[in-house]
T-cell receptor, first 114, second 115 residues
Framework: NAGVTQTPKFRILKIGQSMTLQCAQD?????MYWYRQDPGMGLKLIYY???????DKGEVPNGYNVSRSTTEDFPLRLELAAPSQTSVYFC?????????????FGPGTRLTVL | AQSVTQLDSHVSVSEGTPVLLRCNYS??????LFWYVQHPNKGLQLLLK??????LVKGINGFEAEFKKSETSFHLTKPSAHMSDAAEYFC?????????????FGAGTRLAVHP
């Protein structure tokens, strides 16, 4: 199994540009999550999904959108990029809800908005 | 409100000496607690988790943590550090609210291991 994969690894955007961060998992997990990690901070939840077609907001959803058309894929869309969105983005998945099962993390996407 | 505090932002040890990474939590009910490790340019990996079973939890790579309710602590220890243990460590508490169970991450402790 590849586990959780993320593309791209690095990206530089100009203010106002848009992009999609890709995330895929091959473990048939129902639950998927997007986090951002700012320097010197822990991770904060942006969006999560409990299955195909079902998504909901986390702690810091503003400026982002998600979709979940398949069990495997959970892309994160940034519209009108802002410098405040400079961060490292992690995708994760789990078979069960957060507090009863292990979350598996991808390697991250490092995004810089200039 | 639920929260987690990692008491040291940086810890430096010599190879072969014990490791102690400190974590205190705040929760209005019995929490689920986790330690995750993040090696440079890698994703997070679960070291161990506490879910109201045994208070001493053993994890991977020789790490263990003890849940102490009276002290609201969940410190991570290892008897003998290895160079490969150098990484960032996150203490995490799981809480319920807002329609989903969410993880609250501490700010992290960077562990350096010297020869």
């Amino acid at each position: 199994n590849a586990g959780v994969t993320q593309t791209p690894k690095f990206r530089i955007l100009k203010i106002g540009q848009s992009m999609t961060l890709q995330c895929a998992q091959d473990m048939n997990h129902n639950y998927m999550y997007w986090y951002r990690q700012d320097p010197g901070m822990g991770l904060k939840l942006i969006y999560y999904s409990v299955g195909a077609g079902i998504t909901d907001k986390g702690e810091v959803p503003n400026g982002y959108n998600v979709s979940r058309s398949t069990t495997e894929d959970f892309p994160l869309r940034l519209e009108l990029a802002a410098p405040s969105q400079t961060s490292v983005y992690f995708c994760a998945s789990s078979y069960l809800p957060l507090d009863s099962d292990t979350q598996y993390f991808g390697p991250g996407t490092r995004l810089t908005v200039l | 409100a639920q929260s987690v505090t990692q008491l040291d932002s940086h810890v430096s040890v010599s190879e072969g000496t014990p490791v102690l990474l400190r974590c205190n939590y705040s929760s209005s009910y019995s929490p689920s607690l986790f330690w995750y490790v993040q090696h440079p340019n890698k994703g997070l990996q679960l070291l161990l988790k506490y879910t109201s079973a045994a208070t001493l939890v053993k994890g991977i790579n020789g790490f263990e943590a003890e849940f102490k309710k009276s002290e609201t602590s969940f410190h991570l220890t290892k008897p003998s550090a290895h160079m490969s243990d150098a990484a960032e460590y996150f203490c995490v508490v799981s809480v319920r609210g807002g329609g989903y169970n969410k993880l609250i991450f501490g700010a992290g402790t960077r562990l350096a291991v010297h020869p």
